[in-house]
């Protein structure tokens, strides 16, 4: 491997991070992780062929869509598999299995039921997450055995109907009762999954505490342990969706509810602190399970293809055909190499993937929207029918670019995270981030000095044969919303440049078969990013771009006053 | 009380695309998908369900061949088999074995085990030989309750209900015995994450064939392997008459 930028600060050994601060650190990323020991990769292999084969033989999706829920004796079967405690440890009653082992299996439930994966994700991935993560050894034993066979069942609480993407304005309230032996939990939460049928619930709420620093009195967010049972818990009906129908989706109401001090999770008044590692760390799950999911319905669309004949001939012969499946195999060949990568690197101990992780989240979910899309497209008038299938998973996928972090919020999130971080050691330029405008010119020197290093491309010649690098630098000099989206564009597409060049490379090292085909995928997977990057490069540079957001801004204020569309009809009325 | 010994055959799925070898000395397995042949996954569920039931004491997995064989023993272990026993053949020995030489293993083992009960699969799907059961049974001199679609032991005995071509046949023999199963008798339970865990502690013993005094010498040899002809086109007629002149002209009739 040739030399190659050594990083400054070596604190953080995320690509993603370190991409941000201007340096390449390869070493989470080159070569393609691969962390399982050979008992791991054996009980691994052996647990593949049972959960597929009940997958493929005794859950029914389209049953569980159009009864809107999963069928009893699937549920009991799922329990009985060990399917509800696949990451608890094994001294507690789960399988234990590692983040990479997680991800191979939900890979298998996300190619055929997202429904029932969302109904395990939303019970394992981050019902009882926090437990796993931050919980005493108290809470883990008293209550990780019987969520783990499934007796009981979780969900996570955070959301309520003034605060989504507003996390940290939730408004249900926690206060000590007299005997400090209590606290009473007072409020009500939205569209929680599995919140008819959980009997453990990860609930957040505000409290009032004091300051240190201030003295006054500030609302901080506590998270805690809630059982039905405590009394006060109750559930509305299931809500109607446009898919997972299958999974229970219910308001779930607190009302005077006496949560014993000891259910506690984390520390009194870092609950958003721990809701957030909660959701980071369930993130690579949503990108294997779309991983699995994309695997599926182009297996339909190439069946479709490889078979119809129009016009004289098998439609994969044709080009407006052809390149639609080739989109729908890149698009899966990155989500899959983003999933494990950053599997892979969870279970090699790292701490700092959440840019890693949402921008898995961002891509997985547009990509898998996408593929289906075109699967449906590629199978024509079929696709369309409720008999194929397909239509099923296309309404599941639509919630997947909302919830847990919407897309547009992550992209934020990956764009100003990046920054924060850039702007960490470089102590006068941190304050010039902040205030870019009345610090112009201390902001165009520093370009100058670190012309090679910003706002331009250089391609890297990679080990000279397999695969070459884009590195992007960039620096945004506004905080406008619109310039963030298209930075977070580019990173996710530097990102998933990386993850398929390592994969391809390892592939062409260790001389797979199919090495020569996935060069090809990685390549013309380079190819189209680059110009992407390119043109988002170009577009944060120009002034008519800036003079597009300004129109969009001004377009948004006008409907927004009208209420409506505010040219009128071309005919007059 | 007894013990059973099951056997488990290592067998390309029952879902893969077999390709024949460009040499046409055999199929293609490399790579490929396999898994434990049904009639085999058929035979240990009823093993274990008669442990279960309490007729039986321990269930014995049996299976010969390669390293890779190990998957499959430990598949029924995670199905509720006690122990498994590994017999070890490989090279041009595995691409020749047989069932006259799965039968004087298995004959050797029921005698080392002092097994009550040897099941096996009627058959296996990439062979298809049906012919290990009853090989076994002769080279030990026991009763036999081939194509088994119900079992029912009865003190020393067994009551076996056979599928035969004129329906079903029920006999009833004296142990030990070697049992065939066949589709009917039960259906495979599904080998859960908790049981494949457990499945590890269990013990899977090491030997090789000449260890139990068998020679794996083979009389048979595969000439050639070949594709079934492709099925050619058919011809769509209009009339009666014209289906007669067809037959007619074509030597059929």
């Not at chain 1, 996390?167 to 209590?182: F, V, W, Y």
């Not at chain 1, 890149?330 to 190499?337: A, F, G, I, K």
């Not at chain 1, 189209?528 to 990057?533: F, K, P, S, V």
């Not at chain 2, 009550?116 to 002769?138: E, F, P, R, Y």
Request: aromatic letters at 6%; charged letters at 20%; proline letters at 4%.
């Amino acid at each position: 491997m040739t030399e190659l930028l050594q990083y400054a600060f070596p604190e953080s050994q995320s690509f993603a991070v370190n991409m941000f601060k201007g340096q390449i650190n390869p070493s989470q990323v080159f070569p393609f992780p691969s962390v399982m020991n050979e008992e791991q990769t054996q009980f691994l292999q052996e647990l593949v062929p049972p959960v597929s084969k009940f997958f493929e033989e005794v859950n029914d999706p389209a049953k569980n869509d159009s009864l809107e829920k999963v069928e009893d004796s699937t549920m009991e079967s799922l329990k009985e598999m060990g399917a509800f405690g696949l990451q608890v440890p094994q001294d507690l009653g789960g399988v234990g299995l590692t983040n990479t082992q997680y991800a191979r299996l939900v890979e298998i439930v996300g190619q055929h039921d997202l429904g029932v994966g969302i109904t395990l994700g939303a019970h394992q991935s981050i019902g009882f997450k926090g437990i796993l993560l931050v919980g005493s050894p108290a809470q883990k034993e008293k209550y990780l055995p019987k969520l783990a066979t499934g007796e009981t069942l979780a969900a996570f609480c955070l959301t309520e109907p003034a605060s989504g993407s507003d996390a940290a304005s939730i408004k249900t309230l926690a206060t000590l009762s007299p005997c400090g032996k209590h606290y009473i939990l007072n409020g009500g939460k939205i569209w929680i999954s599995n919140g008819g049928l959980a009997e453990i619930f990860t609930v957040f709420a505000k409290m009032p505490m004091m300051d240190e620093k201030t003295g006054q009195m500030k609302d901080k967010i506590t998270a805690f342990i809630v059982e039905r049972s405590f009394g006060g818990v109750t559930h509305g009906p299931p809500e109607k969706k446009m898919g997972i129908k299958a999974s229970n989706t219910a308001e779930v109401y607190f009302e005077n509810v006496p949560v014993p001090i000891e259910n506690v999770l984390g520390e009194v008044g870092g609950g958003f602190k721990v809701a957030m590692a909660i959701l980071n760390n369930g993130r690579f799950g949503m990108a294997a399970a779309l991983s699995g999911t994309m695997k599926g319905v182009i297996t339909q669309a190439v069946d479709h293809a490889a078979n119809r004949v129009q016009f004289g001939s098998k439609i994969h012969t044709y080009g407006a055909i052809q390149e639609k499946l080739a989109r729908m195999t890149m698009l899966q060949y990155v989500t899959e190499s983003m999933a494990y990568m950053i599997s892979g690197n969870m279970d090699s101990g790292s701490k700092d993937y959440h840019i890693e992780a949402a921008i898995s989240k961002i891509f997985a979910s547009e990509a898998a929207w996408e593929v289906t899309d075109e699967c449906i497209q590629v199978m024509g008038g079929m696709g369309f029918m409720k008999g194929s299938g397909v239509e099923r998973v296309m309404r599941d996928l639509r919630i997947f670019r909302i919830f847990e972090g919407t897309n547009d919020i992550l992209r934020l999130f990956v764009a100003l995270n990046g920054f924060q971080d850039a702007g960490k050691h470089l102590k006068s330029l941190q304050k010039a981030l902040k205030n870019p405008l009345g610090n112009a010119g201390l902001l165009a020197g520093e370009i100058t000095k670190r012309a090679k290093r910003t706002l331009c491309a250089s391609w890297v010649v990679f080990n000279g044969q397999y695969g070459c690098i884009v590195m992007l630098f960039l620096l945004s000099i506004a905080d406008e919303q619109f310039v963030l989206k298209r930075v977070a564009d580019s990173a996710i597409d530097l990102y998933a440049m990386v993850v398929v060049l390592s994969r391809a490379s390892r592939s062409l090292s260790q001389g797979h078969a199919s090495a020569q085909h996935e060069k090809i995928l990685c390549e013309t997977w380079c190819i189209e990013a680059y110009d992407r990057i390119m043109k988002n490069v170009k577009d944060l540079k120009s002034s008519s771009t800036t003079q597009v957001f300004k129109n969009m801004k001004a377009i948004s204020a006008a409907v927004v006053e009208n209420g409506g569309i505010v040219a009128p009809h071309p005919l007059g009325f | 009380m007894s013990r059973v010994l099951v056997g488990v055959k290592r067998v390309i799925d029952y879902a893969v695309k077999i390709r024949v070898k460009p040499d046409h000395s055999g199929v293609v397995t490399d790579g490929v998908k396999h898994s434990m042949n049904p009639f085999c996954e058929i035979a240990v569920e009823e093993a274990v369900k008669l442990k279960e039931k309490k007729f039986i004491k321990e269930v014995v997995a049996v299976s010969c061949g390669p390293t890779q064989v190990t998957e499959t023993i430990r598949t029924a272990l995670a199905m509720g088999c006690d122990r498994g026993i590994h017999v070890e053949v490989s090279g041009k020995d595995y691409e020749a074995m047989g069932p006259l030489q799965i039968a004087k293993i298995f004959a050797a083992l029921a005698k080392k085990e002092e097994a009550s009960l040897v099941i096996l699969g009627k058959q296996a799907i990439d062979d298809d030989c049906n012919q290990t059961g009853q090989m076994t049974a002769a080279l030990l001199d026991w009763p036999q309750g081939t194509f088994a679609s119900e079992v029912t032991i009865d003190g020393e005995k067994v009551k076996v209900v056979r599928e035969i071509d004129g329906g079903l046949e029920t006999i009833k023999i004296s142990m030990p015995a070697v049992l065939t199963a066949d589709l009917r008798l039960n259906t495979p339970r599904y080998a859960t994450l908790p049981n494949i865990m457990k499945a590890k502690k269990k013990k899977i013993a090491n030997m090789k064939p000449a260890d139990l005094g068998v020679d794996m010498v083979s009389r048979v040899e595969v000439l050639r392997v070949d594709e079934p002809p492709t099925r050619l086109a058919g011809v769509k007629v209009e009339t009666v008459d014209d289906l007669v002149a067809k037959l007619k002209a074509n030597g059929t009739i």
